[in-house]
């Protein structure tokens, strides 16, 4: 009999990701813990592995699908376990024919004590009778509007089911944990259920649902849209669904665009006398296996930042009305992929060396584009730097990934005159911008804030003598 293979829980708050690649074919032999297939979330990439060894008898899903935790992806064929699912299955038939006997009985106690109670009732008044007929007609039409609402609920589930083409049913249709009423209510208000189940663990409420049509709920993560003109009255067009990071990406910026109000500070850095402490030491860093470039020198200068500015590695509980500020310092740094910007996380970077922070950022670099980050690879940051570098431009406005409160967004450098001595000589400047959560950090502090960093790449020496 053959023996399902289902897709195991890839990692926390990850429900489904696309197959990126089969490693097996019908008809092998496989072992268990063997990688079968491999996975892209907006998180990462990983292969899954067999719980079973057995021969392949069919493989469920292509190259491309989209894969729900618990869904059956392979089926494999063992005669020996399948002897004993069988026995399993006997005994449970077996089990619930007796469940279904007792079940019979029950309810054949229940219809006599019905049909006694119904003769009882006969012999009251006329009055009585009115009354009671009355109420049996409220029942009645609450017992209507009950099964009305529960047949759409299942038409519903039946739709989303359909549309998506997956039975599972993780955030659609019948996986939804809604009462009926809850469901009607959604509907009424124009709420997706399917969205507020990603974010709300256990039986939605209807309270849940009206304060998420408020915008009650802060992680709610709901695209604000516009109605889009026919595109193709004007020329022919192409369409193309948007990868899984693309997808991430748009509703963590679209939710953090919403819920922080920004503010943007901009500066620039004489970097001509640090950018000869980078070639200097450029020899140690590649002994240590990594680069040391300029988002190395300034990883480690924000981390002594923080350290002296604490509210710049907190974050802000507006339900609780509290600030909850972080004793560690993690710091994530875009990467630009070809599939989309990845954010790997430099944990407790105060407490590395410029070399040590360089070999990270060059090996975290190379697993972000190889899309071999791991999902701890990219969580607890409390402060992000995004270099643009290396492309071009002389200021951009980053967008703060809340919870974090600030980022810091490096351009590229230039030549410029600068008044030193009586005399303008050439330096390099390098522009940086500044973007912070207004709710927890007002101008004078990211004046103070990024003010302090220009002067830290300055002198070098400042940032690790901690001045």
């Not at 935790?69 to 064929?77: A, N, Y």
């Not at 003769?119 to 007609?137: L, T």
């Not at 089911?161 to 955030?171: D, E, F, I, L, R």
């Not at 663990?201 to 516009?226: C, H, M, R, W, Y």
Request: glycine content about 8%; aromatic content about 4%.
């Amino acid at each position: 009999m053959a023996k399902e293979i289902k897709v195991p829980q890839i990692g926390d708050g990850v429900e489904s990701a696309t197959v990126s690649e089969i490693l097996v074919a019908e008809g092998d032999k496989i072992e268990k813990d063997q990688s079968v297939i491999a996975v892209e979330s907006d998180k990462a990439s990983v292969e899954v592995p067999s719980s079973a060894a057995g021969t392949i008898k069919e493989i469920k899903i292509s190259e491309g699908d989209e894969v729900e935790v618990g869904q059956v992806i392979i089926l494999l064929e063992d005669s020996d376990d399948g002897d004993e699912e069988a026995e399993d299955n006997k005994e449970t038939s077996e089990e619930e024919s007796e469940d279904t006997d007792d079940d019979d009985e029950k309810q054949s106690d229940k219809k006599k004590k019905k049909v006694e109670e119904e003769k009882s009732e006969d012999s009251k008044d006329s009055a009585d009778d009115e009354d009671e007929d009355s109420d049996e007609d409220d029942e009645g039409e609450e017992e209507k509007e009950s099964e009305n609402d529960e047949s759409e609920s299942e038409d519903e589930d039946k739709k989303e089911k359909k549309k998506s083409g997956k039975s599972s049913g993780k955030s659609t249709g019948a996986g939804i944990q809604a009462s009926p009423g809850t469901r009607r209510l959604a509907r009424e208000l124009g709420v997706d259920l399917s969205e507020m189940a990603e974010e709300i663990s256990g039986k939605i409420s209807e309270k849940d649902v009206k304060e998420f049509a408020k915008g009650g709920n802060q992680k709610s993560t709901k695209l604000a849209s516009v109605s889009l003109p026919d595109f193709e009255k004007w020329g022919s067009v192409e369409r193309e669904p948007l990868n899984n990071i693309r997808k991430a990406t748009a509703k963590n910026v679209t939710a953090s665009w919403q819920s922080v109000p920004h503010v943007f500070q901009f500066d620039e850095a004489d970097i001509t006398d640090i950018q000869q402490y980078l070639e200097a030491n450029q020899d140690k860093a590649e002994k240590a296996g990594g680069k040391l470039t300029i988002t190395a020198l300034l990883t480690k200068i924000v981390a002594s930042a923080l350290v002296r500015f604490p509210k710049f590695n907190a974050s802000v509980d507006m339900e609780n009305q509290e600030m909850i500020l972080k004793n560690y310092v993690n710091i994530g740094i875009a990467v630009a992929t070809e599939k989309g910007l990845l954010v790997p996380v430099i944990k407790n970077a105060d407490k590395k060396s410029i070399i040590e922070i360089a070999a990270e950022l060059t090996n975290i670099a190379e697993k972000a584009r190889d899309g071999k980050l791991s999902k701890e690879d990219m969580e607890g940051a409390n402060f992000s730097i995004s270099n643009l570098g290396g492309i071009g431009g002389t200021n951009f406005t980053p967008i703060v990934p809340a919870p974090q409160s600030g980022i810091l967004g490096i351009s590229r450098s230039a030549k410029k005159p600068v008044y030193i001595e009586d005399e303008f000589k050439p330096r390099e400047i390098l522009p940086l911008s500044l973007s912070y959560d207004h709710r927890l950090i007002d101008g004078a502090d990211g004046a103070a804030f990024i003010n302090w960093i220009t002067q830290a790449l300055e002198d070098p020496y400042k940032a690790l003598l901690g001045a």
